[in-house]
């Protein structure tokens, strides 16, 4: 496989379940994001790993939690969440600071629905 | 506040015309623009980018214009093609010459470009 693949491509779960999204990237890219799309919002960054140390976390929820065992894969924990956390989940690569070349990778996405 | 914005949501086009879509940004250390397309079901994919430094890029028939003193860039599709029918991303990079990586992608919320036969 290439590029940035995500698994469930969709997810239906209540909001006392357990559930987590998975990311791989083949791309030898050492830096992963995940984002969250929600209607009519810009993407929004919520967590990023650089050689896997998380770098940045803008001000998520706990009840969102990431994990990053490796350079190519990347997790998302979902525990306990809302009906507005219905989103399409984004995960993403690059080169991390490599100035000019600063474009990410993007995987098809995991659409959540919180019932 | 939002700091990128593209302020129409959808765009509709007539193949074979040209489609400009435009996007502001409010913060003037952005050095570094970027866009996007997405088709449903599929993840953002890169297009074309401009640094601060240029004001055009051109790449077959997508040239981006950077109008750095009224904070505005723009993307324009040549002769527009049906498959050309996505969602359009603006986004801006922080200080990228000093070492900004791309957790310092800002986005803006999209345009839905359709265009129509």
């Known amino acids: 496989e290439t590029g940035v693949t995500q698994t469930p491509r969709h997810l239906v779960m209540g909001m006392t379940n357990k559930k987590s999204l998975k990311c791989e990237q083949h791309?030898?890219?050492?830096?992963m994001y995940w984002y969250k799309q929600s209607a009519k919002k810009p993407l929004e960054l919520m967590f990023v790993?650089?050689?896997?140390?998380?770098?940045e976390n803008n001000s998520v929820p706990s009840r969102f939690s990431p994990e990053c065992p490796n350079s190519s894969h990347l997790f998302l924990h979902l525990h306990t969440l809302q009906p507005e956390d219905s989103a399409l989940y984004l995960c993403?690569?690059?080169?991390?600071?490599?100035?000019?070349?600063?474009?990410?990778?993007f995987g098809a996405g995991s659409r959540l629905t919180v019932l | 506040d939002q700091q990128v914005k593209q302020n129409s949501p959808s765009l509709s086009v007539q193949e074979g015309r040209i489609s400009i879509l435009n996007c502001d940004y409010t913060?003037?250390?952005?050095?570094?623009f970027l866009w996007y397309k997405k088709y449903p079901a599929e993840g953002p994919t890169f297009l074309i980018s401009?640094?601060?430094?240029?004001d055009k890029n051109e790449d077959g028939r997508f040239t981006v214009f950077l109008n750095k003193s009224a904070k505005h860039l723009s993307l324009h599709i040549v002769p527009s093609q049906p498959g050309d029918s996505a969602v359009y991303f603006c986004?801006?990079?922080?200080?990228?010459?000093?070492?900004?990586?791309?957790?310092?992608?800002?986005f803006g919320k999209g345009t839905h470009l359709i265009i129509q036969p």
């Open positions: 986004a801006a990079i922080l200080n990228s010459y000093s070492g900004g990586g791309a957790d310092g992608l800002t």
């Open positions: 913060n003037s250390m952005f050095d570094y």
């Open positions: 790993y650089s050689l896997e140390e998380r770098v």
């Open positions: 401009i640094s601060s430094i240029k």
């Open positions: 993403a690569s690059s080169q991390a600071w490599t100035g000019l070349a600063n474009v990410l990778t």
């Open positions: 791309l030898g890219h050492n830096a």
